[in-house]
């Protein structure tokens, strides 16, 4: 059996560690204030960094400022105080009433001279969970263009929630209503 020594570990050893620290602490805070002291004399330009070197300019408005306010009494009227409101916008508000008559419609996301763009729209629709449909309309002057609808929407509210989604991914949706064969 082997015998084991159970007496306590000396503590010089732990001393030594603190005072390692203590000597690294102190040799960087020393070589922290000799790299500011020199970056301060570098800066200067005759060798010196002055702090209270103002320009003479500074020097007699910051005097100027402090005669006029001596100047004011706790008892003298102060001017009033005006405000500037820049004027409302007329037509600004936003029209809720509900639409009388209401017939049930599309939502035209948008109008495009190609497919590809017409169908990115399209795809950008479904991830929202929105079902559209491409419709090709050829105008008088024999142009093609390519319309994202939504729909056939049967309520109001299923216009204005479909719509508030669709302005919310920057898709701005025109009302078409449905015209009856």
């Known amino acids: 059996m082997a015998l084991r020594d159970y007496k306590k570990a000396s503590t010089l050893t732990s001393k030594k560690e603190s005072r390692g620290k203590l000597s690294f602490f102190i040799i960087g805070l020393l070589v922290g204030v000799m790299v500011t002291y020199g970056c301060l004399i570098s800066l200067s330009e005759n060798g010196r960094f002055d702090i209270f070197n103002w320009p003479q ?10 005669k006029k306010i001596k100047g004011i009494s ?7 105080m005006e405000f500037d409101f820049q004027p409302l916008k007329s037509g600004s508000e936003i029209d809720v009433r509900p639409i009388e008559g209401f017939q049930q419609g599309y939502l035209q996301a948008g109008s495009f001279r190609t497919i590809e763009d017409a169908d990115g729209t399209k795809a950008k629709l479904a991830i929202l969970g929105i079902k559209s449909e491409i419709s090709r309309v050829v105008t008088a002057e024999k142009n093609v263009w390519f319309r994202v609808l939504v729909g056939p929407l049967l309520s109001e509210r299923a216009i204005r929630e479909t719509r508030i989604e669709m302005i919310e991914q920057g898709i701005i949706p025109i009302f078409l209503k449905q015209v009856a064969d």
Do not use: E, H, R, Y
Not at 74 to 80: G, V
């Open 74 to 80: 706790k008892n003298s009227s102060l001017p009033p």
């Open 57 to 66: 300019s500074l020097i007699s408005t910051a005097d100027s400022l402090g």
